[in-house]
Each structure stands twice: as C-alpha cells, then as structure tokens.
C-alpha cells in the first residue's frame, strides 16, 4: 500500500498535558523515567552535601525534596517545548512524516510504540516516548479520523508482524 494520508492542525498546550497524564497513566516508561531522575537526584544531593559536611538529616531532607522537585517539574518541560505552529503529519506505508514550521522528521513505522484512540484523541507514540497528538480539529469530518486511524493502525500492525484476526 503506497497510499498516504496528511493532516493539519495546531496543538494546543492542553493537548500537551492531556498526552503527558495519558502517557503517565498508561504506561509504565514515563514512570520509570520519574524514578530514574528522582534517585539521581537523591544520590547526587546526598553524595555532594557529604563530600564537605558529615551525612545528616538535613542532607537527607534536602535530598528528597531535590528529589520530589526534580519530578514535579517534568510535567511542565513538554509544555515548555510546545509548538504553536500548524503541523503537517503524514503517515504512509514507510512511517510517519512531520512538518511543523521549519523543522521535519522522519518516523519509520517500526519505530512507533502505539496508536491510540482516546476520546477524540489520537495519541501516536513512539518507542523513545515521544508521541504525537492528533486532535479531532485535524479531521474534516469523523469518517477521516476513523479513516486516517484505520490505516495508521494497519500499517503499524504490519510492521509489528501482528496479524489480523
């Protein structure tokens, strides 16, 4: 199948924060992630503070309020990354292929971890974490969006090696 499908759209900042709590909720790596950072930090407060001063409850409140800190501000860095700009996604047989402004990428459809429909939402994640946030305003009509999801999902699937039933 050589077909294509395109849409444009414009992303808002609640798109964003609706994509980070569904990643969150759904999933297990963002998660992860959030535990990774906040034992880093932990360790690295701990072993800093005691490098000049003797090991200490303080040393250990300060390092798990780094800890805490360094977590609680992860929901607001997509938000700080945002894009306002129309974007124009294409999926296709070989992947996906996204203009936003001057900026492009190039997805291979073995790459993307899941396509999700949530509400109407589309959510396209990628095995980095990364994902994309289809809306329901990119689609002219509800037939497209079942259309453009229709196709993503099959193409997924075969680049998976899932097989239909």
Known sequence: MSESMTVEYRSTRRDVAAWYWYAWRHGTRLRRAQLRIAGTAFVTVI??????????????????????????????????????QTRRLTINEQGIVTVIGRLTGDIPRERVESIESVGDT????????????????????????????????????????????
């Open 47 to 84: 072993a800093v503070r005691t490098m000049s001063t003797a090991f200490s409850v303080r040393t250990l409140w300060v390092a798990c309020l780094w800890a805490i800190g360094s977590v609680a501000w992860l929901p607001l860095y997509p938000q700080l990354r945002f894009k306002s």
């Open 122 to 165: 589309i959510f396209i994640t990628g095995k980095n974490g990364n994902g994309f946030i289809v809306p329901q305003r990119a689609f002219g009509a509800s037939d497209a969006r079942e259309e453009f999801l229709r196709c993503a999902e099959a193409w997924w699937k075969r680049a998976n090696g899932v097989v239909a039933a």
